[in-house]
């Protein structure tokens, strides 16, 4: 395993406009220049850079995808490492997912089991749906049955109407009840 340090340029920005407070602190003009700066940049990280945002993830789960099905795994490497937007600005979960189905297509269920639960624990409710899913299947490709099931149980708690899960949940309880007798 491999570790990285991956800087989320918000928390970045904010480090130094704190920085940069304390250090002109007495000057006046200087700090309402930061704090007008912080401000337009929180406006702008708001509006314009999410909806690029939105843009950008759109357009790599596209190719994501394409490269999946032709079973690439170099451009799948390429493709995730060259997402920088993502990962800096917020959206390191998009990439924790992807590594996950990469992982699964290298039939690594553990890896791929670490980057979807990492990848869950950031990502907004919008967005969990999938990932839950693929870590019901990882916890399935595992042999850890008591845990999809529990996994299920959960998701249809906060997603009542997902016929993916209630499927995946009916197989899972059916194999249950047929080892069982």
Known sequence: MKSSLELD??????????????FFWHVTWFLVLNTCLFAAWVVAYLTVIQRHLDQVQAQFKTRLMDALQKNDRAVLSTL????WKLSSLGRSYVLDSARGMVELLNERPVEAHRYFSRALSAAPFRERATID??????EIALGMTDAAIERCRKVLKYRPNSPIVREKLAALMEDQLSLTS
């Open 9 to 22: 340029l918000r928390w970045c920005a904010l480090f130094v406009s704190l920085l940069l407070t304390v």
């Open 80 to 83: 995730i490492r060259s997402q």
């Open 133 to 138: 899913i693929n870590l019901i299947n990882t």
